[in-house]
């Protein structure tokens, strides 16, 4: 899952990153709204946490163009503002959570969790398949009641499977989920993934649609 974070203070916003990122999210870490707006145009992001006391563009404005631009992904307010006026103008300028500052990253990963279950329709917190069960909030995996190992990268590639469970999803959606702008995939990484996954978890369970990309059964 690939998230903008958009936040001014330096420490915050690295503590953030780091945390997010140990979380096992990709994040790229942005500091002004107009950084944050450009962003938006030219990426897909899965959610993103906006502070709104931004320089150059404030995060209202970030938040009202990207609605305006009819982008539906999960925005997350965090902020120092605790009035209720400021919650009630962001929640109903389209941002789906208000957090207010200073907070606790385990929290924040949760209420994370909870924006990502319900922007796909989901309300159950752990992913079923057969007798395989994924738990996103432990990172955990177990297939017919044993754990199974995975690396983070496989981990967000097979819970990313599953949210679509019935959906085709292609090399370039899935790469954009999976990697921020500091990294850069192998031109063959995804297929290791898809591989690795295959071999631990049954060779049935991820199908290849040739020139298309990847699905796994509803």
Do not use: C
């Not at 305006?68 to 902020?79: D, E, H, S, V």
């Not at 209720?84 to 907070?103: E, M, N, Q, R, W």
């Not at 969790?113 to 057969?130: E, F, I, Q, V, W």
């Not at 192998?186 to 298309?212: F, M, P, Q, W, Y």
């Amino acid at each position: 899952m690939r998230i903008l974070l958009v936040e001014d203070d330096p420490e915050l916003g690295d503590g953030l990153t780091i945390g997010l990122r140990q979380a096992g999210f990709a994040v790229d870490w942005v500091r002004d709204g107009n950084a944050a707006d450009h962003a938006l145009q030219a990426e897909i992001f899965d959610l993103v946490v906006l502070d709104l006391g931004l320089p150059r563009l404030s995060g209202m404005d970030v938040l009202t163009r990207a609605r305006g631009r009819g982008q539906a992904m999960p925005i997350l307010i965090l902020t120092a503002r605790d009035a209720t006026g400021d919650k009630v103008s962001g929640l109903d300028a389209g941002a789906d959570d208000y957090l207010v500052k200073p907070i606790d990253l385990d929290e924040l990963t949760a209420r994370i969790r909870a924006l990502t279950r319900r922007s796909a329709g989901r309300a159950d917190p752990l992913l079923t398949h057969g007798d395989l069960v994924v738990d996103p909030a432990a990172h955990s995996v177990t297939l017919a009641g044993q754990t199974v190992e995975l690396s983070s990268r496989e981990f967000s590639l097979l819970q990313m499977l599953l949210e679509s469970a019935g959906r085709v999803l292609t090399r370039s959606q899935l790469e954009q989920s999976m990697y921020g702008w500091r990294d850069e995939p192998d031109s063959n990484a995804l297929e290791v993934h898809i591989h690795h996954l295959r071999k631990k978890l049954g060779s049935d369970l991820i199908r290849t649609l040739r020139g298309v990309g990847y699905t796994i059964a509803k």
